[in-house]
């Protein structure tokens, strides 16, 4: 019975050390008598009890490493607290293992150095603007070296830069004053662009009413002439019924009339006028005279 039970025993310490169930995402190396023999792919994996030896577990997973905060000096001698994270996976896991003692601590390192060097290349105000280019720089200078660690590099962010008290107090004055200056040309292009309003208001004012002006003009002037014409039309109406009254009978007589009546009347004016001193002719039959020349006139522009 206690043989039975030695043997089982025995015979599940060799199945625990021969059965081997790797997680997903996970890579196991393994060592035959001190020497690397495989790497254990996920799921299950038979080994020789008491010769092969799993020497190492990796995860294949992406890992989030923090980068310890560290001094950068920048290209104008500028002092920065800077920190960031690291992002890298396990691409390799017999390099992973053998590669380097402490391929975390050296991928650590590597970035602190690489960040400190390309800082150093850049002035302050280019470190805040640059992020990206700082970031890509980091990751190419620690992949070259993390091949030989079976170790892949995915990317780096920074996280802080932290100027000191001094430079963070003039980086705020320069703020300051630059918003002032936006302030000051922005209200001058808006008291520049009022005066332009205005000027461009009156112009059209000014052309407005000098184009009234001028339909004004225009309009009492054909108003005017309209006028004229309409005094011409009527005296020339006038006229030409007179001269059919001439014509007809008995309208010499009445045009002789009239012209006594007129005479009569302009004597009978100037008597009137007591400043006005009145030669009367001595032979009143030039009135009749001056009767006749009318007449004769009248005569003539009937036979023309």
């Not at 799993?54 to 290209?75: F, G, M, N, W």
């Not at 970035?111 to 800082?119: E, G, N, P």
Request: aromatic content about 6%.
């Amino acid at each position: 019975m206690e043989i039975a039970i030695l043997l089982f025993v025995i015979a599940a310490i060799f199945i625990t050390r021969s059965i081997k169930v790797v997680p997903q995402q996970n890579s196991w190396v393994v060592e035959r008598l001190g020497k690397y023999h495989a790497s254990l792919p996920p799921g299950l994996n038979f080994l020789v009890p008491f010769i092969d030896k799993v020497a190492y577990k990796h995860s294949l997973k992406e890992i989030p490493l923090d980068v310890p905060s560290q001094v950068c000096i920048t290209r104008d001698n500028t002092q920065l607290q800077v920190d960031g994270i690291l992002y890298f996976q396990v691409t390799d896991p017999m390099r992973a293992s053998y590669g380097s003692s402490n391929y975390i601590m050296a991928v650590t390192q590597l970035a602190q150095t690489s960040l400190r060097s390309v800082i150093g290349k850049l002035e302050l105000d280019k470190t805040f603007e640059e992020r990206d280019i700082i970031n890509a720089q980091v990751v190419h200078a620690i992949d070259e070296a993390a091949l030989n660690w079976g170790v892949k590099v995915l990317r780096y962010e920074i996280k802080d830069l932290t100027p000191p008290k001094e430079i963070l107090l003039a980086m705020q004055a320069q703020i300051t004053a630059e918003r002032e200056k936006r302030a000051l040309i922005a209200a001058s292009e808006g008291r520049r662009q009022e005066q332009i309003n205005i000027a461009t208001g009156e112009r059209e004012a000014f052309i407005a009413r000098s184009e009234g002006e001028k339909q004004a003009a225009i309009n009492n002037a054909q108003g005017e002439a309209a006028a004229i014409m309409a005094v011409a039309d009527a005296t020339a109406q006038a006229i030409e019924r007179v001269a059919v009254a001439i014509q007809a009978p008995g309208g010499a007589e009445a045009v002789q009339l009239k012209v006594a009546e007129k005479a009569v009347e302009a004597y009978g004016k100037v008597a009137a006028d007591a400043t006005t001193t009145l030669v009367v002719p001595s032979n009143m039959t030039e009135v009749s005279a001056l009767i006749t020349s009318a007449m004769k006139m009248v005569g003539v522009g009937r036979a023309a």
